[in-house]
Nanobody
Framework: QVQLVEHGGGSVQPGGSLRLSCVASGGTFSTYNMGWFRQAPGKEREFVAAINWRASSIRYADSVKGRFTISRDNGKTSVYLQMNSLKPDDTAVYLC????????????????????WGQGAQVTVSS
């Protein structure tokens, strides 16, 4: 069974930066496409970014493009989300997710297409 554990959440002032990491155990991480989603109180889960199994394809939500960077290290079975220029609207629980379908030609932004999920890390942006 695949387990995903997020690290690096916290509180930061607007304009600040945070780096989230997600460490996977079990399964075959190097064959999974990985995604980051977020969920704010009272709102639906929202796609943030995704990266394919060999890091040759990346996709971002328009709301984070130019501010967030997703990356991965298959040797460390980890995926990262570097978040810069953070805004109060970025406040949410951030979850990493794994998609077993590495043959997918377009990285998915749909949460139902991801098979495994972490428990999430709280990110709070406030002055």
């Amino acid at each position: 069974q695949v387990q995903l554990v997020e690290h690096g959440g916290g509180s930061v002032q607007p304009g600040g930066s945070l780096r989230l990491s997600c460490v996977a155990s079990g399964g075959t991480f190097s064959t999974y496409n990985m995604g980051w989603f977020r969920q704010a109180p009272g709102k639906e889960r929202e796609f943030v970014a995704a990266i394919n199994w060999r890091a040759s394809s990346i996709r971002y939500a328009d709301s984070v493009k130019g501010r967030f960077t997703i990356s991965r290290d298959n040797g460390k079975t980890s995926v990262y989300l570097q978040m810069n220029s953070l805004k109060p609207d970025d406040t949410a629980v951030y979850l990493c997710a794994a998609d077993r379908n590495s043959r997918r030609t377009l990285l998915s932004s749909a949460s139902q297409e991801y098979d495994y999920w972490g428990q999430g890390a709280q990110v709070t942006v406030s002055s």
